[in-house]
């Protein structure tokens, strides 16, 4: 079983949904993104969603895709979100997810990349614009490391499409919760209800909800249906704001994140387990 699996079985039985949080690795700088992830879990964030910086974010609202280019013009690499993999694993076990696109996974090398991130600490890959159809040979390497491979779902999806990425996912299945691109909504369709229950007719694996999700009262709404909540655009606004003002990012991160774990049904500050604590 998976870490990701793990985390859904203990959120289960805690009877809270999990709070996925989003940034970008590398923003505002390679050196803090470890900390960054380990103050998000600390806060109440059960997974984290670390994202590999890309040239042309194309699923990515501004917020992300600036967060992208300010990581790349720090020098951020596939391989140096690796090594920050490995240092979060010195202190916390939260369940970490690459989060990219296809590009950089196949430079780096498809059997090489998924041995790394095993060996890192990683727990599953999202590959945005990688279709199950054609996700075939990056499975197998993915499956063979131990790795969930998680796909995304959109409120057009069909039966046939929903169909195709239960049977290929692990983890969870990701559901977008608007059509378009990410970033922050105030105001969100919650008509997702009925489409989560196809969802599950479908597939075991538990089902989570993003894009556009900012606030504990969005969260609240969708805690009723999901089994987990996801947050990005939100928490990298945070940090543009205060770019490596360590003290007031970590603050104000710290206070953000706390307020969507309650909506979670979670407790707020909680201190970081390694694995090896579990």
């Known amino acids: 079983m998976s870490g990701i699996a793990d985390k859904f079985k203990e959120l289960k039985k805690n009877g ?45 609202g501004p917020v992300i895709q600036l967060a992208s280019e300010r990581a790349l013009k720090k020098g951020t690499t596939l391989g140096m979100v690796l090594e920050i993999v490995r240092r979060i694993r010195k202190k916390s076990g939260v369940p970490i997810i690459l ?46 490391a131990g790795l969930d491979l998680i796909f995304l779902l959109a409120p057009t999806s069909t039966g046939e499409r929903i169909g195709l990425v239960a049977k290929n996912a692990s983890g969870f299945v990701y559901l977008v919760s608007v059509t378009g691109i990410t970033g922050v909504r105030p105001d ?5 209800e009925d489409l989560t229950s196809e969802i599950r007719q479908h597939t075991g694996l538990p089902v989570g909800v993003g894009f556009g999700i ?11 249906y999901a089994d987990a909540v996801i947050v990005g655009s939100a928490i990298v606004r945070i940090i543009e704001k205060h770019g490596e003002n360590r003290d007031e990012l ?12 309650r909506a979670c049904g979670g407790e707020g500050e909680r201190p970081s387990l390694s694995r090896a604590d579990k």
């Open 99 to 144: 989060f990219g696109y296809y590009n950089p996974f196949f430079k780096y090398g498809l059997e090489r990349f998924s041995r790394d991130a095993a060996q890192a600490g990683a727990d599953g890959v999202l590959v945005v614009d990688l279709p199950p159809e054609e996700a075939g040979e990056f499975k197998v390497h993915l499956d063979r």
């Open 188 to 192: 969100m369709d919650y008509s997702l």
């Open 250 to 261: 970590f603050e104000e991160l710290s206070g953000f994140v706390s307020g969507l774990s």
């Open 16 to 60: 809270r949904i999990a709070l996925v949080n989003y940034i970008t690795a590398g923003d505002p700088s390679p050196g803090l993104t470890a900390d960054l992830v380990i103050k998000l879990a600390d806060s109440g964030a059960d997974i984290i969603e670390l994202g590999v910086p890309f040239s042309d974010p194309m699923a990515d």
């Open 214 to 224: 900012s606030s504990p009262e969005q969260v609240s709404r969708i805690a009723a």
